[in-house]
């Protein structure tokens, strides 16, 4: 049971154009949405991240958009740049007991061409 | 600081052997997790500790033990490997429960034969 749907799978883009990367989620448990950043042979690295409150949070080239009603959040990356190429995850979470727990996505693999 | 360290970074194995993955810490961090990572299916939580002591199970314990005798290990034991367990490991760890940011070690590639 995939709680948090990632699309799409792959994504091919040229340098300085947009990308977008869409989540849905279906608990309405989650209080906070982190997007993580994975290069080949490495572990997942914290990019950005927003909590329901917020409808938008902006840093640098990367955005989240967040719409609380649908239960959506994307990231937008403006600019992309080849060293943007990666493996985006996002992630949903919530505290459990005292341990806060991340129900990741499937992943997006990003490629950005010079 | 090294932050989060897994050993080994590569293993093969054979069905039915065991073996023990070592997570290592330097931040004083208080809780940590193990989740495996699976082409398709993103990263999924194994087992996790709130403490020195303590431990509890995620979304997919089936097949494996952990312990934390130390603040900074964190151990993801395998007692008899199945091909099925065949994935990348990786360890994370964060400084309290609430703490949103987990940490993430550089994994370690599992081969199960």
């Known amino acids: 049971q995939q709680q948090v749907k990632q699309s799409p799978q792959s994504l091919i883009v040229q340098k300085g154009g947009f990308s977008i990367i869409n989540c849905a989620y279906e608990?309405?448990?989650?209080?906070?949405f982190p997007w993580y950043q994975q290069f080949p042979g490495k572990g997942p690295a914290l990019l950005i991240a927003?909590?329901?409150?917020?409808s938008e949070k902006k840093e640098g080239r990367f955005t989240i958009s967040f719409n609380k009603s649908a239960k959506q959040f994307s990231l937008h990356i403006m600019d992309s740049q080849p060293g943007d190429s990666a493996t985006y995850f996002c992630a949903a979470s919530l505290l459990s007991g005292s341990a806060r727990q991340l129900t990741f996505g499937s992943g997006t693999q990003l490629t950005v061409l010079p | 600081n090294a932050g989060v360290t897994q050993t080994p970074k590569f293993r093969v194995l054979k069905t039915g052997q065991s073996m023990t993955l070592l997570c290592a810490q330097d931040m004083n961090h208080e809780y940590m997790y193990w989740y495996r990572q699976d082409p398709g299916m993103g990263l999924r939580l194994i087992h996790y500790?709130?403490?020195?002591?303590?431990?509890a199970k995620g979304e997919v314990p089936d097949g494996y033990n952990v312990s934390r005798l130390k603040k900074q290990n964190f151990l993801l034991g395998l007692e008899s490997a199945a091909p099925s367990q065949t994935s990348v490991y990786f360890c994370?760890?964060?400084?309290?429960?609430?703490?949103?940011?987990?940490?993430f070690g550089p994994g370690t590639r599992l081969l199960v034969l």
């Open positions: 994370a760890s964060t400084l309290a429960g609430g703490k949103e940011t987990q940490y």
């Open positions: 500790s709130v403490g020195e002591g303590t431990t």
């Open positions: 608990n309405t448990a989650f209080d906070y």
């Open positions: 927003i909590r329901p409150d917020v």
